[in-house]
């Protein structure tokens, strides 16, 4: 349904976007995941029509929307800082899109109440947005931007302003939310951890381009780069040259490390003597003092280097040789003594052929 | 320690309150002797209150120095409203030092040039010579005021209301004139004072027939101060306290945004 070819922004001489091109289907939660600074607002900003590209094309359901202003595009944007107005009550913040459209003064009672059961505050309509919560603004904002039926909704980091309760439940809301509406989502977000929950493809942004666009379970486990795999997540790098590769498995050798064997993703060839990344995530790898390796594992042994006791998991940082640490997690669903290691102590680490995901390197 | 620096700033506050405010005291309580001299308290009497609204000279300058207020606090109100945003919008580095000259420039500076302006343009002197000149300095009290109020805004808010679907028209007069208006006001309201108590500029762009209270007061004085004056410059004194107030009050609750 939406579009984009080719997007390309300089300010001054700094480029912000760097030829994007974008496909969004109807229907679809859509994050723009990157770090701060990498164009994600610039190129919702251009979708509103607050922005235009110096080159480039977006289509909306087929229409080149470049040179339409804001007001006649059928996309509504919920801001950042919510952008509520504070000399309206919140049925008058609601209401005005519609009033904007012309549609009639009884049925706009009825759409704002609608639009206020919606997002579970029925009896806030008289308030100012002054006295709301910062959770109720946010609610009160996405049911404004949705309440004219757009066919598209931006959304710039809606929920930073939040604490992190908050924030959980406001991700559930939006999902379910988005699901009952079937209005297409842009949502705009650098954290990793609500993209992931949230969207159904993500394209990470980094300097003005897509590095990659994919659904959050293959982003996670397959990522194209060294930036993709660094960003989302955390996830150990092991510098590694191809030793021996057919189509489906890889013989690596570790850096410092040893032979290791992977299993390759479709879309991942190497060749002999190719040097590569393999990335691994640590909730991937076993740790124990003594393991007993199994099919299709590999084991190294090495020595604590560092824990972190984070509550649920523990967080044991294993130097596998001079310089190079390895990080494993370690629920702590039980009593077992036995599975707690002190700084100093020798363990092994393993991993099965397939927990690794090899990126290619130049 | 910390108690005795509070006496002390009592102490100098209160002076400099007395200061300030002891010869318009003086002059309130005059005006209610009973008495054609102001040397000593004879009786309370209303009737210097009397002779006020009995001197048709006082009633035209009365008259005069509201309608001049009134108007120039209107124009400067419409044009200060346009420059604050300006001011405010463009950044532009002249700007703002010229629409605020006119405030800081000593008066005299300012009614000898338009005086000479007037005269080259042929402009009689009168009624409209000196609501000009009372705009020129009104309007950087109301940009002032105006740009504050701008400064205070959050831009996103008309991005909204255009992604909302108003056009540019509709979300200036929806949302940024609305949320301007305590500004406006509190701007307009503090030009009718200025230019309710102006004398310099007025003096030298007044012509027979639009004499205003201040320079009428003036011309009374000279001759000397009778308990007249006291009673009209008691009036003026009431109408800019109120004024003042309720322009600091609108400014108050904009800034607050409960307006
Ligand atoms: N109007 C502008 N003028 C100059 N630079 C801008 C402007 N808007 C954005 N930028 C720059 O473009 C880059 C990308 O900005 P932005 O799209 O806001 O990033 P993000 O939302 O990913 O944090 C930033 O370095 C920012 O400083
Ligand atoms: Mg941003």
Known sequence: MLEIRGISKKFGDFEALKGVDLHIGAGEFFTLLGPSGCGKTTLLRM?????????????????????????????????????????????????????????????????????????????????????????????????????????????????????????????????NLQKEVGITFIYVTHDQGEALALSHRIAVMNQGKIAQLDQPAQLYNHPNSRFVADFIGQCNLLEATVTDSDRHHADLELHHIGPVRVSLAPAVTVTKGQRCLLTLRPEKIRIARNLHALVDETHFCGKIHDTLYLGDVTVYKVELAQGILLEALLANSGNHASERFAVGDSVEVAWNSSAGHLIAEP | MARGRMNWLKLFSTAVFVFLYLPLLIVVVYSFNDSKLNAEWVGFTLKWYGVLFDDTEMLTAARNSLLIATFSAAVAALLGTLAGMAMSRLRLRLLPALVLAPVAMPDILLGVSLLILFIMLNISLGLVSVILAHITFCIGYVALSVQARMGSMDDSLIEAARDLGASPWQAFSRITLPLLAPGIIAGALMAFTLSIDDFVVTFFTAGVGSSTLPLQIYSMVKIAVTPEVNAISTLLMVVTLLLVTLASRFNKHALRGTI
């Open chain 1, 47 to 175: 979708i509103a029509g607050f922005e235009a590209p110096d080159s480039g094309e977006i289509l909306l359901e087929g229409k080149d929307m470049v040179g339409t202003p804001p007001e006649q595009r059928p996309v509504h944007t919920v801001f950042q800082n919510y952008a509520l107005f504070p000399h309206m009550t919140v049925a008058q913040n609601i209401a005005f899109p519609l009033q904007m459209a012309r549609v009639q003064a009884d049925e706009i009672d009825a759409r704002v109440q609608q639009a206020l059961d919606n997002v579970h505050l029925p009896d806030k309509a008289g308030a100012y947005p002054a006295a709301l919560s910062g959770g109720q603004r946010q609610r009160i904002a996405i049911a404004r931007a949705l309440v004219k039926r757009p066919r598209l909704l931006l959304l710039d980091e809606p929920l930073s302003a939040l604490d992190a309760k908050m924030r959980e439940q406001m991700q559930i809301e939006l999902i």
